[in-house]
């Protein structure tokens, strides 16, 4: 069983910001979450998810990432996942959010399944 | 042989960091009881949103309060009972709304009612109770399981 703890941290690039969330994002995390995105919302750079390391999201999660793309929609501004794991990717089909949300096109070709 | 159903009972406090506990402590019984890996990660979610919405919703008016589980795990299924002694909340009116986002823009979606969606979308059965506080009974087969 997946046990790591959740920790993110933010690698800025020319052109965009990328977030590496890591461990369990529920309840107990939601507001440091929040915290470390919120300053990157009005960024002129594509803001990238990268969940690669991600083991576990609840509905807070979930609700602060249709948040975000909210929030960065109506500014007219990018904000896009790669590397969603299988079991992340489920949840974000069963709700709905995975057409909200696009997969970051990187140097290779962009998967439709994100991992 | 159809045997007696095991009775576990977790009582924990209303706080999101013990959430946690929860979700290890049903890791262990549906692990033991055979369920496979996909449904343990469904059942994983559905049992953290019912004890989100207790830390969230249930005892607002008083300084600590409990949220207690009870897993019955049977033959064929395993069945958790989330239950609070604090604030009904009202089930009923967030099931449903809206969700799953299709046919809709971003401008029109919301995040209330994603964690009710939720334990809908990945439990087997999923009954709600309001009387002195909430309850959430939670059921989930085991695939493949004999009669």
Request: proline fraction near 3%.
């Amino acid at each position: 069983m997946d046990r790591k703890k959740f920790d993110m941290s933010v690698k800025e690039n020319a052109d965009s910001h990328t977030v590496y969330v890591s461990g369990e994002l529920d309840l107990a995390v939601a507001a440091q979450f929040r915290s470390v995105i919120e300053p990157l919302l009005p960024s002129d750079k594509e803001v990238i998810l990268n969940m690669r390391d991600l083991s576990y999201i609840d509905s807070t999660g979930m609700g602060i990432i249709i948040f975000f793309l909210k929030e960065r929609n109506e500014g007219g501004k990018a904000l896009s996942v790669e590397n969603v794991p299988q079991k992340i990717k489920k949840l974000f089909d069963l709700t709905g959010i995975t057409r909200f949300l696009p997969v970051h096109d990187g140097s290779s070709a962009a998967k439709a399944d994100g991992v | 042989m159809i045997s007696e159903p095991k009775r576990i009972f977790l009582s924990l406090p209303a706080e999101a960091e013990c959430i946690d506990i929860a979700r290890l402590t049903l890791y262990g019984i549906s692990s033991q009881m055979g369920f496979s890996y996909e449904d343990i990660e469904d059942m994983k979610v559905a049992v953290a949103e019912a004890c989100n919405n207790v830390v969230l919703h249930a005892y607002q008016e008083v300084e600590q309060g409990t949220i207690d589980l009870e897993f019955i795990a049977g033959d064929a299924e395993l069945t958790i009972t989330v239950s609070d002694s604090g604030a009904s909340f009202p089930y009923d009116q967030a099931a449903h709304a809206g969700i799953p986002y299709e046919g809709k823009s971003l401008e029109d979606i919301s995040a209330g009612g994603l964690g009710i969606y939720l334990m809908q979308a990945l439990m087997d059965r999923v009954e709600m109770e309001q009387e002195s506080g909430s309850k959430v009974v939670l059921t989930k087969y085991r695939t493949g399981a004999s009669d």
